[in-house]
């Protein structure tokens, strides 16, 4: 905004209030003052920005009293009583609204957006298309619509009304996000890129649209293009944060963390420092074996966000890389306090707790995984290790029978669950799993000698191995 429109309006905002002190002195006083119709209006749009209803509502009864004809004063009733959840109210007034002015888009439009208040979308949709009938700033009522679709899963209809509403009028913003958010939604990244890489040969200084190209990108896992497309959003718009942070991630994704951590500190300079860009810049050093600039920048993430459980995490994981378990264990505490359902901190928390030797904690832990990831395979290997390795070979028997019943595709189930039968002497039903791996997979038979090493001078399984060679 420059100083001239700015300075436009703050005598506006002026106005507004001297306008709205005269009203309130006149409601005060019990006297009577004169306004006209725009200047009620913009008494009520006062008031309505300031959630007044009751104030909004009796400058609009007022008004009415002296504009009985004038459709806005209805409209902007029913407005009130749709934002404070009157919808019956709102539509009792707005059919009143239609039988004096039925071309009226304003109308439509507050009609639509009450139906898609109630939920009801046909009829919400029904409402958006009359507007459109008769709209001027058509692209506005083709995002409505859109967004309405979005409401029931229609990507399909979104994307149709978004890229109407972009044809009318290709400076909308929120129409060329709305539709890269509907892209990904429908799982359509390579629709997205023909998009936007056609939009940008026709609108080149659209830094929007470069954005929401690197985006694309950056989902089919084509970083050095995406890369490229978030160049062209900064060069057009040196102040866009968000391309600079997505930028930085691709950089990451390419393992070039030390161009990734220069790019994010861009990002801080163009706006207020946000907990993830600090938590990103950490978890790159992280990667980079800098564990001590890590630390620092994990620990700025939890100042600025102390809900940031990523950030404890990372505490814990770079802490334990230390060798300082005992430390990281109480971050990685945090983390799982912080999120309860997440399966991957549990996972974590439950081999520090395996590697400080709390036995009875770690099978928790690991409970808490299958509870909440039963379709991660490596769980069940885990637990059952962690079993196995207590002399509970039953326990973990039972594990890894039941990790086959969600996985009966993995061999190293199989490999594994052969090898802990061997070790208790059940060679038959041990030899049914071999051979059962061997079929899935022979290649990585040492599996089972990784385990058993002893295996190895067990002819009956090295000649068993043998006749499953290709």
């Known amino acids: 905004m420059d100083s001239e429109e700015f300075g436009d309006n703050e005598k506006k905002g002026g106005e507004q209030l001297i306008l709205v002190d005269r009203f309130e002195e006149m409601i005060n006083s019990g006297k009577q003052y004169f306004f006209d119709g725009e200047e009620f209006e913009e008494i009520i749009d006062y008031y309505f920005e300031k959630n007044n209803s009751k104030k909004a509502l009796q400058a609009i009864e007022l008004a009415i009293g002296q504009y009985p004809f004038s459709t806005v004063f209805f409209l902007r009733k029913a407005q009130i009583y749709a934002a404070t959840n009157q919808s019956q109210k709102a539509l009792e007034i707005l059919s009143y609204v239609e039988s004096?002015?039925?071309?009226?888009?304003?109308?439509?439009?507050?009609?639509?957006?009450?139906?898609?208040?109630?939920?009801?979308?046909?009829?919400?949709?029904?409402?958006?298309?009359?507007?459109?009938?008769?709209?001027?700033?058509?692209?506005?009522?083709?995002?409505?619509?859109?967004?309405?679709?979005?409401?029931?899963?229609?990507?399909?209809?979104?994307?149709?009304?978004?890229?109407?509403?972009?044809?009318?009028?290709?400076?909308?913003?929120?129409?060329?996000y709305e539709l890269a958010f509907c892209y990904e939604l429908n799982g359509q990244s390579e629709e997205s890129v023909k998009y936007y890489t056609e939009f940008v040969d026709k609108h080149p200084y659209t830094a929007t649209a470069w954005f929401n190209l690197g985006v694309a990108y950056n989902r089919l896992e084509m970083f050095e293009k995406a890369i490229d497309a978030y160049d062209y959003a900064i060069a057009i718009n040196e102040n866009f944060s968000s391309a600079y942070f997505n930028k930085a991630n691709s950089l990451a994704n390419l393992n070039l963390f030390d161009k990734a951590i220069e790019v994010y500190k861009e990002t801080l300079k163009v706006?207020?420092?946000?907990?993830?860009?600090?938590?990103?810049?950490?978890?790159?050093?992280?990667?980079?074996?800098?564990?001590?600039?890590?630390?620092?920048?994990?620990?700025?993430?939890?100042?600025?966000?102390?809900?940031?459980?990523d950030a404890w995490l990372g505490i814990g994981i770079v802490l334990d890389a230390q060798d300082r378990t005992s430390e990281g264990i109480h971050?990685?505490?945090?983390?799982?306090?912080?999120?309860?359902?997440?399966?991957?901190?549990?996972?974590?928390?439950?081999?520090?707790?395996?590697?400080?030797?709390?036995?009875?904690?770690?099978?928790?832990?690991?409970?808490?995984?299958?509870?909440?990831?039963?379709?991660?395979?490596?769980?069940?290997?885990?637990?059952?290790?962690?079993?196995?390795?207590?002399?509970?070979?039953?326990?973990?028997?039972?594990?890894?029978?039941?990790?086959?019943?969600?996985h009966p595709q993995n061999a190293e189930l199989q490999y594994r669950i052969s090898a802990c039968l061997m070790s208790i002497g059940q060679k038959q039903e041990a030899l049914s799993f071999l051979r059962n791996a061997l079929k899935l997979n022979y290649e990585i038979h040492n599996e089972l000698f990784d385990y058993l090493p002893q295996l190895k001078e067990n002819t009956s399984i090295t000649d068993l191995i043998e006749s499953y060679k290709k």
Do not use: R
Request: glycine share 4%; aromatic share 14%.
């Open 100 to 176: 004096m002015e039925p071309s009226n888009t304003e109308l439509f439009m507050t009609k639509g957006s009450i139906y898609s208040q109630m939920g009801l979308s046909d009829q919400a949709i029904e409402n958006y298309k009359k507007a459109a009938e008769n709209a001027e700033d058509i692209d506005e009522i083709y995002l409505a619509m859109a967004f309405e679709f979005e409401n029931t899963a229609k990507f399909d209809d979104a994307i149709f009304y978004l890229k109407k509403a972009i044809a009318e009028n290709p400076e909308n913003e929120a129409a060329l």
């Open 271 to 309: 706006e207020e420092p946000e907990a993830i860009t600090y938590y990103y810049i950490g978890e790159c050093y992280e990667k980079k074996e800098d564990f001590e600039h890590a630390l620092v920048f994990y620990n700025k993430a939890i100042a600025l966000n102390a809900q940031l459980a």
């Open 331 to 406: 971050y990685v505490k945090k983390a799982v306090e912080l999120e309860k359902e997440n399966a991957e901190y549990w996972y974590i928390y439950g081999e520090l707790q395996q590697k400080m030797q709390f036995y009875e904690d770690a099978e928790n832990s690991f409970k808490k995984v299958i509870e909440l990831d039963p379709e991660n395979s490596e769980i069940w290997l885990d637990y059952a290790n962690l079993l196995f390795e207590q002399e509970n070979k039953n326990g973990s028997l039972e594990i890894l029978a039941e990790g086959i019943k969600h």
